[in-house]
């Protein structure tokens, strides 16, 4: 029986809290900035939220399908169960969009939850039927073809390689296959969880999974597993920003030094995690957060709902953040002490559930 990881949970935990919050701001036009993301090029603590939850993503594949893995016969049913994962995944997204903001015609086909879903079945497709080695040559590959396609393949509309919001090869792609009605609605030119942007985000996923592969290991002693993990983790950060001088670093189109940047962080992160919650066993602060890693999609989930019928409710004409903040706060405070709320009202049914170990899986 594998032994769960708990600075895993945690760590997803904390990701998806600071998703919740950087996503349900007050006012969106007053927002501190490391709570946004780059207009374009750069990064913000914001724009590693994602890649970290995809990041996991790979390193829970390790620890869910190893040992089932490492039989042939488990197989087949392991991929029927991720295919099923990654289309329920697909499922819920389109759904909480046709409940939320009813019409099909302004439906959005690309999304967080449906790149989720994708890069989950991938990767766990390589991992059941690849090794190691093949999985790092198509890492690197991934990053290497995706850096040409964007670099110095011709954008059909404008006959030129282009890396500019509206005209990169990745935004033409998604409006030929998907039209200007069903993407991201702030542009609908482009969507950041587009087509292509998804083979980098596939990396994103591999990344986890070498990471958890190396993690797992029970031949080295954790202090030398969390060195090794600190050591890979800041040179993919330097190969990141030295990539970014000829790629830059960018959340939007999820570029190759992104990829590795973000990984980097992630990898880090992940391995001060586990020193001092697993090696340490510093545990105390985890009951706050385990509710949230232990139920994240659900928690996910209801970030949607909640926030949405809470800024519903009107009195007097005013809503509840403009009776209950906007008052007694500055602009970008009151944006943020919302925030908070919303996310405290999302971990406050996720702690019921975790209370009743009632734990949603998809």
């Given amino acids: 029986m594998t032994k769960r990881l708990l600075s895993l949970d945690v760590f997803r935990g904390i990701t998806i809290a600071a998703m919740i919050l950087v996503n349900n701001p007050g006012d969106w036009s007053n927002i501190y900035p490391p709570l946004e993301h780059s207009k374009w090029n750069g990064c913000t603590p ?28 488990n197989h087949a049913r392991m991929l029927w169960g991720a295919l099923r994962r990654a289309v329920i995944l697909i499922a819920i997204s389109l759904t909480i969009q046709s409940i939320l903001h009813p019409g099909f015609e302004h439906l959005r086909f690309p999304g967080v939850l449906q790149r989720i879903g994708v890069v989950f079945f991938i990767c766990a ?12 040559w198509l890492f690197a590959l991934l990053l290497i073809g ?20 509206e005209t990169n090869m990745g935004a033409w792609l ?47 002693e954790d202090s030398v597993k969390v060195s090794w993990l600190f050591f890979y983790g800041i040179l993919a950060v330097v190969a990141g920003l030295t990539w970014d001088l000829f790629f830059p670093i960018n959340k939007a189109l999820w570029s190759s030094s992104f990829v590795l940047y973000a ?8 391995a001060t995690s586990y020193w001092l919650i697993d090696v340490q ?15 994240a999609i659900t928690a996910y ?11 519903k409710i009107k009195l007097g004409g005013s809503s509840l953040y403009q009776i209950l903040f906007q008052p007694y706060l500055s602009p970008k405070n009151a ?14 049914v996720m702690w019921v559930l975790y209370k009743r170990r009632i734990f949603i899986k998809v």
């Avoid at 995706?146 to 919001?165: E, G, I, K, Q, W």
């Avoid at 993407?183 to 958890?212: K, N």
């Avoid at 989930?301 to 800024?311: E, G, K, M």
Wanted: with cysteine; net charge neutral.
């Fill in 125 to 136: 497709v390589l991992f059941i039927k690849t090794s190691q080695k093949v999985r790092d």
């Fill in 174 to 220: 998604d409006r030929l296959v998907f039209t200007t009605n069903h993407l991201w609605r702030e542009s609908h030119t482009w969507d950041p969880e587009g087509l292509l942007g998804t083979f980098p985000a596939i990396a994103t996923g591999l990344f986890g999974i070498r990471v958890g592969t190396w993690l797992k290991r029970t031949d080295r």
């Fill in 301 to 311: 989930v209801l970030s949607d709902f909640i926030p949405h019928y809470i800024n």
């Fill in 46 to 73: 914001t724009d590693l939220i994602f890649p970290t939850f995809l990041f996991i993503v790979g390193v829970s594949i390790v620890y869910s399908m190893e040992r089932k893995a490492a039989d042939p016969a």
């Fill in 281 to 295: 066993g510093c545990t105390r602060f985890t009951a706050f957060i385990l509710p949230f890693g232990m139920n």
């Fill in 146 to 165: 995706y850096y040409v396609v964007m670099n110095f393949v011709p954008v059909p509309d404008t006959h030129v390689a282009s890396l500019d919001p």
């Fill in 335 to 348: 944006s943020l002490a919302d925030a908070i709320v919303m996310t405290l009202l999302v971990w406050l």
């Fill in 263 to 270: 990984g980097g962080w992630s990898t880090i992160a992940l």
